[in-house]
Antibody
Framework: QGQLEQSGAEVKKPGASVKVSCKAS????????VNWVRQAPGQGLEWMGW????????GYAQKFQGRVTMTRNTSSLTAYMELRSLRSDDTAVYYC????????????????????WGQGTPVTVPS | QSVLTQPPSVSGAPGQRVTISCTGS?????????VHWYQQFPGAGPKLLIY???NRPSGVSDRFSGSKSGSSASLAITGLRTEDEADYYC????????????FGGGTKLTVL
């Protein structure tokens, strides 16, 4: 089934950067994308982007382009998400999640879901 | 403003059936992309509840079911229990936002 274990809580000053790690176990790390999703206090889920562990290819949500970088270390089976120029509205819990690839055939698609999820990493940026 | 639209809250009494809607558009659900549902309890991370519109992962109760029609999808919960009280999110993929996964705004289920 697999598991994702994330790094611990962070408190950062405005303008600083944060790097969150996500260590995979129980499945073949290189076979599945790692996605990052964040959740601000009392708010919904917001998708940030994906990273393919085999190729290192990435895709970022438009909102975060230029401010986020997703990388990996295939030796340690760990994915990383770095967010720069932090602001108070970046205060959120950041989750990594294994993503299932999308397959489309004759106008109908399957796949694209996230499972499992990491336990979440709270990042606080005081205003 | 979420790309997928869910009601902010729904409620029901124990034993009842409730449904949660998820409305998209021709660039996501209506384009043929699958809809997935997640359950989240306070202080915990999301958990996959339904994948590919109407499939349950191993271990998920058959009281939960999903459906999709056109540009919308629904999550149904039958035989409502107090332990079902949680937030529920739908998720899909959107063509316009190249490579973007998109979520609904979430629905808080209250069991009266």
């Amino acid at each position: 089934q697999g598991q994702l274990e994330q790094s611990g809580a962070e408190v950062k000053k405005p303008g600083a950067s944060v790097k969150v790690s996500c260590k995979a176990s129980g499945y073949t790390f290189s076979n599945y994308d790692v996605n990052w999703v964040r959740q601000a206090p009392g708010q919904g889920l917001e998708w940030m982007g994906w990273m393919n562990p085999k190729s290192g290819n990435t895709g970022y949500a438009q909102k975060f382009q230029g401010r986020v970088t997703m990388t990996r270390n295939t030796s340690s089976l760990t994915a990383y998400m770095e967010l720069r120029s932090l602001r108070s509205d970046d205060t959120a819990v950041y989750y990594c999640a294994r993503g299932i690839s999308i397959n489309c055939r004759s106008g109908s698609c399957t796949g694209g879901w996230f499972a499992p999820w990491g336990q979440g990493t709270p990042v606080t940026v005081p205003s | 403003q979420s790309v997928l639209t869910q009601p902010p809250s729904v409620s029901g009494a124990p034993g009842q059936r409730v449904t949660i809607s998820c409305t998209g558009s021709s660039s996501n659900i209506g384009a043929g992309y699958a809809v997935h549902w997640y359950q989240q309890f306070p202080g915990a991370g999301p958990k996959l509840l339904i994948y590919d519109n109407n499939n349950r992962p191993s271990g998920v109760s058959d009281r939960f079911s999903g459906s999709k029609s056109g540009s919308s999808a629904s999550l149904a919960i039958t035989g409502l229990r107090t332990e079902d009280e949680a937030d529920y999110y739908c998720q899909s993929y959107d063509d316009r936002l190249s490579g973007s996964r998109v979520f609904g705004g979430g629905t808080k289920l209250t069991v009266l």
